[in-house]
């Protein structure tokens, strides 16, 4: 199957700082990306879908001030994570898709976030 | 979006077959049935995926009722390394949803050795 990556797999900062993930697709030219939080014990929540070239669609309740989403091309999108916070600490994963509808999503490794 | 039913937890032994099922009475006509199956610390892996007939792939299979209400996905024959959870999900292929997911609960499966 299609291979997504992520960078960094884990990353500790302070408080205040901001914290950028690299989502990349490595085999395939991706059309949509999408970004989930997940938290211990809990399911993957949907935070945002970003289209290649133009402004991501964000979630209910997700601050798209705070979560800023780059997919500046077919192979990459980044997540910033800005003016991070103990709360925001998560796994935060992304997917991506060759295209939309019934397309299949791959899915990255992961990167765990701690803020102290 | 269309919702899912999954219980929480299965145990299964070794080397026998496991038959996951998953409700859906309100999926749509352009909904696609997704498995996903997810290990402690990663990312979810894709297992199998389909609109309304049986398939087949090196992973799994997916048998889909005829009123495609209901599925079930077989492994079938368990590994330690099966041991994970495992999410059913409609993918709306249609509208300007891009085809979003929408996770639950998912099946936490237990293989014993």
């Known amino acids: 199957g299609a291979v997504v990556s992520q960078h960094p797999s884990r990353v500790i900062c302070k408080s205040g700082t901001s914290v950028k993930i690299e989502c990349r697709s490595l085999d395939f030219q991706a059309t949509t990306m999408f970004w989930y939080r997940q938290f211990p014990k809990q399911s993957l929540m949907l935070m945002a879908t970003?289209?290649?070239?133009?402004?991501?669609?964000?979630e209910q309740g997700v601050e798209k001030d705070k979560f800023l989403i780059n997919h500046a091309s077919l192979t990459l999108s980044t997540l910033t994570v800005t003016s991070a916070h103990p709360e925001d600490s998560s796994f935060y994963i992304c997917?991506?898709?060759?295209?939309?509808?019934?397309?299949?999503?791959?899915f990255g490794p992961g990167t765990r976030l701690l803020v102290l | 979006d269309a919702k899912t039913t999954q219980p929480n937890s299965m145990e299964s032994n070794e080397e026998e077959p496991v038959h996951l099922p998953c409700n859906h009475s309100t999926i749509s006509g352009t909904d696609y049935i997704h498995w996903y199956r997810q290990l402690p610390s990663q990312g979810p892996e894709y297992v199998i995926h389909?609109?309304?007939s049986n398939v087949n792939n090196r992973m799994a299979s997916l048998a889909i009722a005829e009123d495609r209400k209901s599925s079930t996905l077989i492994l079938h024959r368990a590994t330690l390394r099966d041991a994970a959870v495992y999410y059913c999900i409609l993918r709306n292929a249609g509208g300007t949803s891009y085809g979003k997911l929408t996770f639950g609960q998912g099946t936490i499966l237990t293989v014993h050795p």
């Open positions: 997917s991506a898709s060759e295209g939309s509808g019934g397309k299949t999503q791959y």
């Open positions: 389909g609109l309304t």
């Open positions: 970003s289209n290649e070239g133009s402004k991501a669609t964000y």
